[in-house]
């Protein structure tokens, strides 16, 4: 074993380990402490005064809801898409492209606004039409109860959800399900004894990784739970840290810790399930034929319905926002609105010193800490995959520790190990706290790029007498390109959009887009939350853009 490949092992066990662990044990420590200020005078009382809490009942009951409601609605809508593009012939599959990966480039925090605009019970524009058309006394809809938050959360991770699905059941064999109808078995009794019981391991890996995203989610509560008075774990440990006169970062780490444990030991039993598909294979060398359903009659009606959906998930929420930002107040789109349509609310966001501070910050935690984290992915990367030890099995295990962390969660322990040391309330504890939630979302296409690449290109440009470093630079690099650009292109679109890490580790001359518009929503100020909403998403994807230009000028020289 080349002990360079040694040194470089450990040492990235250092890095990664210092991102990942490093907060997760001092959540733990904290969670026994007096307070930031008696940090190692150790006691049990935030225990027992996060868990005796009369309130802390009715939140559980509201998470438990939340998040089975959001994952069910979320896993049943990917089913019934992914049924509808791999085995029937409705038209114009592409959407189903679209639908898996569009809403992904607009933020949840965004998503939940427009909801509130369209639904909220006061002014909402669907609820104002709806009671001027049919002369209602009050709002028909209320968005910020339990149910709102259910429904917009389940759209937000029925992408994720159909990823997931979609291919599996592409790979069904239909045979399997012609066989049970042969020997009389009815399309309800097939349906549920021979297809959801193949499929069971891709659909409990939607609903389970639905639980985690929603059980991590910040955004839907906030926007839309607040209002309504409707607490979940993460609303009710960011009321602990950042409302009141004297926050409890004990008391919020003793919650944290319950919430970090469920996240961690949904994600093992995710792995496992995924770990163990080939169990359930349906498709061998001989006897596989792909069979497209005709639907009929109900063909153009399903495909309408599916229109509709893209029309919910991807035009609706990026509309409203741009017609908010144009509008005064909120009124009806009509001639009037049309008329008093102006660029007020742009030019109150631009002159605002924090709101362009927010701008500035996040465009430089996105380009630097995305470059700095494709260039830690790399070098994680190519232990992972080059380096068969069982320090690199250790690298990988640390690299993906944090896609099971819950940002608010993990945001409180990044609080208890940054304020013992000088990164505490500066721009370089965001930074640091973003690569290390987000290095998963870098190493996935990075190793992905090393498996494609043969390891007799590099053992041949070490015969011919360069270094490990020149090798890296000359060979292994120009090939990564096309991995380094998805890598790079997720990691910047999901720092200008974090919220969750951010509302805990920002302080004043630290704020980012995302906090910033949530103090907007929360002052009620939506035509410049929509206006700095849109030049969030304007910014995000300029840098997919750019990055895919810069990438495809590399592949081509």
Same mark, same amino acid.
């Given at each position: 074993?080349?002990?360079?490949?040694?040194?470089?092992?450990?040492?990235?066990?250092?890095?990664?380990?210092?991102?990942?662990?490093?907060?997760?044990?001092?959540?733990?420590?904290?969670?026994?402490?007096?307070?930031?200020?008696?940090?190692?005078?150790?006691?049990?009382?935030?225990?027992?005064?996060?868990?005796?809490?009369?309130?802390?009942?009715?939140?559980?009951?509201?998470?438990?809801?939340?998040?089975?409601?959001?994952?069910?609605?979320?896993?049943?809508?990917?089913?019934?898409?992914?049924?509808?593009?791999?085995?029937?012939?409705?038209?114009?599959?592409?959407?189903?492209?679209?639908?898996?990966?569009?809403?992904?480039?607009?933020?949840?925090?965004?998503?939940?606004?427009?909801?509130?605009?369209?639904?909220?019970?006061?002014?909402?524009?669907?609820?104002?039409?709806?009671?001027?058309?049919?002369?209602?006394?009050?709002?028909?809809?209320?968005?910020?109860?339990?149910?709102?938050?259910?429904?917009?959360?389940?759209?937000?991770?029925?992408?994720?959800?159909?990823?997931?699905?979609?291919?599996?059941?592409?790979?069904?064999?239909?045979?399997?399900?012609?066989?049970?109808?042969?020997?009389?078995?009815?399309?309800?009794?097939?349906? $549920?004894?021979?297809? #959801?019981? =193949? @499929?069971?391991? %891709?659909? /409990? +890996?939607?609903?389970? &990784?639905?639980?985690?995203?929603? !059980?991590?989610?910040?955004?839907?509560?906030?926007?839309?739970?607040?209002?309504?008075?409707?607490?979940?774990?993460?609303?009710?440990?960011?009321?602990?840290?950042?409302?009141?006169?004297?926050?409890?970062?004990?008391?919020?780490?003793?919650?944290?810790?319950?919430?970090?444990?469920?996240?961690?030991?949904?994600?093992?039993?995710?792995?496992?399930?995924?770990?163990?598909?080939?169990?359930?294979?349906?498709?061998?060398?001989?006897?596989?034929?792909?069979?497209?359903?005709?639907?009929?009659?109900?063909?153009?009606?399903?495909?309408?319905?599916?229109?509709? $959906?893209?029309?919910? #998930?991807? =035009? @609706?929420?990026? %509309?409203? /926002? +741009?017609?908010?930002? &144009?509008?005064?107040?909120?009124? !009806?789109?009509?001639?009037?609105?049309?008329?008093?349509?102006?660029?007020?609310?742009?030019?109150?966001?631009?002159?605002?010193?924090?709101?362009?501070?927010?701008?500035?910050?996040?465009?430089?935690?996105?380009?630097?800490?995305?470059?700095?984290?494709?260039?830690?992915?790399?070098?994680?990367?190519?232990?992972?995959?080059?380096?068969?030890?069982?320090?690199?099995?250790?690298?990988?295990?640390?690299?993906?520790?944090?896609?099971?962390?819950?940002?608010?969660?993990?945001?409180?322990?990044?609080?208890?190990?940054?304020?013992?040391?000088?990164?505490?309330?500066?721009?370089?504890? #965001?930074?640091?706290?973003?690569? %290390?939630?987000?290095?998963?979302?870098?190493?996935?296409?990075?190793?992905?790029?090393?498996?494609?690449?043969?390891?007799?290109?590099?053992?041949?440009?070490?015969?011919?007498?360069?270094?490990?470093?020149?090798?890296?630079?000359?060979?292994?690099?120009?090939?990564?390109?096309?991995?380094?650009?998805?890598?790079?292109?997720?990691?910047?679109?999901?720092?200008?959009?974090?919220?969750?890490?951010?509302?805990?580790?920002?302080?004043?001359?630290?704020?980012?887009?995302?906090?910033?518009?949530?103090?907007?929503?929360?002052?009620?100020?939506?035509?410049?939350?929509?206006?700095?909403?849109?030049?969030?998403?304007?910014?995000?994807?300029?840098?997919?853009?750019?990055?895919?230009?810069?990438?495809?000028?590399?592949?081509?020289?």
């Amino acid at each position: 074993m080349d002990p360079r490949r040694t040194r470089l092992t450990w040492l990235l066990i250092a890095i990664v380990g210092a991102l990942t662990v490093a907060p997760v044990l001092m959540l733990l420590l904290g969670s026994f402490s007096e307070g930031l200020t008696a940090f190692g005078q150790f006691t049990v009382d935030k225990y027992v005064q996060a868990y005796s809490d009369p309130a802390f009942l009715d939140v559980m009951f509201n998470t438990t809801v939340f998040v089975l409601g959001s994952s069910t609605l979320s896993t049943v809508l990917a089913i019934f898409l992914a049924y509808l593009n791999t085995r029937t012939d409705i038209p114009f599959k592409f959407l189903f492209g679209v639908l898996s990966i569009i809403p992904m480039m607009i933020p949840h925090l965004l998503f939940s606004v427009s909801w509130a605009l369209l639904l909220n019970p006061s002014n909402g524009l669907i609820n104002v039409g709806l009671m001027q058309l049919f002369g209602l006394d009050g709002a028909p809809f209320d968005i910020y109860t339990l149910w709102g938050m259910i429904l917009v959360e389940g759209l937000l991770d029925l992408p994720i959800a159909y990823l997931i699905i979609a291919p599996a059941m592409a790979s069904f064999d239909v045979a399997l399900e012609e066989s049970s109808r042969v020997f009389g078995a009815s399309p309800w009794r097939t349906l $549920l004894r021979v297809t #959801l019981p =193949v @499929l069971r391991p %891709a659909i /409990l +890996a939607a609903f389970i &990784l639905g639980i985690v995203r929603s !059980l991590a989610s910040f955004a839907v509560p906030q926007v839309l739970g607040m209002p309504g008075r409707v607490q979940v774990l993460a609303t009710h440990l960011y009321e602990m840290i950042a409302t009141g006169f004297a926050t409890d970062y004990g008391k919020a780490a003793a919650v944290g810790m319950s919430v970090l444990v469920t996240s961690v030991t949904l994600i093992v039993v995710y792995r496992a399930l995924t770990a163990e598909s080939e169990k359930f294979v349906t498709i061998s060398s001989r006897g596989f034929r792909p069979t497209v359903i005709e639907l009929g009659r109900a063909r153009l009606p399903l495909f309408a319905l599916v229109g509709v $959906l893209s029309f919910v #998930l991807i =035009v @609706l929420p990026v %509309a409203v /926002l +741009a017609y908010t930002s &144009l509008v005064p107040y909120s009124m !009806l789109p009509s001639a009037r609105a049309f008329e008093a349509m102006s660029l007020k609310h742009w030019r109150d966001v631009f002159a605002d010193p924090i709101s362009l501070l927010a701008l500035k910050n996040s465009l430089f935690l996105a380009v630097v800490g995305a470059t700095l984290g494709v260039l830690l992915s790399v070098f994680v990367a190519y232990v992972i995959v080059k380096v068969k030890t069982r320090g690199a099995g250790i690298l990988e295990s640390l690299s993906y520790l944090s896609f099971s962390f819950p940002g608010i969660v993990i945001g409180v322990g990044f609080m208890w190990f940054f304020v013992q040391t000088p990164l505490y309330a500066t721009i370089w504890a #965001l930074l640091l706290g973003y690569i %290390a939630t987000y290095l998963p979302y870098g190493i996935r296409p990075m190793s992905s790029a090393f498996i494609q690449i043969h390891a007799h290109l590099e053992e041949s440009s070490l015969v011919c007498g360069a270094s490990p470093m020149t090798t890296m630079r000359r060979i292994i690099v120009p090939l990564l390109i096309p991995g380094i650009v998805s890598g790079w292109i997720l990691m910047a679109s999901m720092f200008i959009r974090e919220l969750t890490l951010s509302v805990v580790l920002s302080r004043p001359g630290t704020e980012v887009l995302a906090v910033q518009i949530l103090r907007f929503a929360e002052d009620g100020l939506w035509g410049r939350l929509s206006a700095l909403g849109i030049v969030m998403i304007a910014i995000s994807t300029a840098l997919v853009v750019a990055a895919t230009v810069v990438g495809n000028r590399f592949k081509t020289a």
